[in-house]
């Protein structure tokens, strides 16, 4: 059982736009600022958005995060098959002193 | 770039000792971030291990404290991690990861992982 909440799989078709949830509480998401990661099968995760809303070098402006009171998106405009993968939120929680992470969304392209 | 690089046993037997070992380079390892380690078990989601800070911090996930042990050797850019009293539920791949610390820690680098099994 993650700390945070994440839907375990989320369906788009290409060119759509997407957007995956996490949900969390005061002691984490409420506290804390919000980091995504991309996970491609059989791959290291990789930053996707870091502090609720930026981009690391790298990272195309079709993704953008964004944080309300216990709660983050991660939004995906002009999906592609490419973007086939694992998505995880992650933050910081004060009362357990630990980083926590979402339980991980499957975003399927079809 | 940062790169890690993990390495150590693939196979650990049960009530043993898991140690890795993780190369850190094109990056001064006593700069202001926090080292540490991440695992995923098989068909699962991340689990954050614990960190040690340039801060002097040193932040361990509760569930695993007690059998759990992580050092930076500055000298050879290296991060180790013990977790002593294995099971099967340790089985899983471990990232060597870079975080910066406090309340807006984001993992910016990963290595590639390796997958450590527990079985006798």
Redesign the interface.
């Known amino acids: 059982q993650s700390v945070l909440t994440q839907p375990p799989s989320v369906f788009a078709a290409p060119g759509q736009r997407v957007t995956l949830s996490c949900s969390g509480s005061g002691s984490n998401i409420g506290g804390s600022s919000v980091s995504w990661y991309q996970q491609v099968p059989g791959t290291a995760p990789k930053l996707l958005i870091y502090q609720n809303n930026k981009r690391p070098s790298g990272i195309p402006d079709r993704f953008s995060g964004s944080k309300s009171g216990m709660s983050a998106t991660l939004g995906i405009t002009g999906l592609q098959t490419g973007d086939e993968a694992d998505y995880y939120c992650g933050t910081w929680d004060g009362s357990l002193r630990a980083v926590v992470f979402g339980g991980g969304t499957k975003l399927t392209v079809l | 770039q940062v790169q890690l690089q993990e390495s150590g046993p693939g196979l650990v037997k049960p009530s043993e000792t898991l140690s890795l070992t993780c190369g850190v380079s094109a990056h001064s390892i006593t700069s202001g971030y926090c080292w540490g380690w ?1 695992r995923q078990s098989p068909g699962k ?4 291990i614990g ?1 040690v800070c340039h801060s002097g911090l040193i ?4 569930p695993l404290q007690s059998r759990l042990f992580i050092s930076v050797d500055t000298s050879k850019s290296q991060v180790s991690l013990n977790l002593n009293s294995v099971t099967a539920a340790d089985t899983a791949v471990y ?1 060597c990861a870079r ?2 610390e ?7 680098y ?4 390796t997958l450590v099994t527990v079985s006798s």
């Open positions: 991440i989601g991340l689990e954050w960190s932040y361990y996930n509760p990232y975080t910066s406090g309340s807006g820690s984001y993992t910016d990963w290595g590639q992982g």
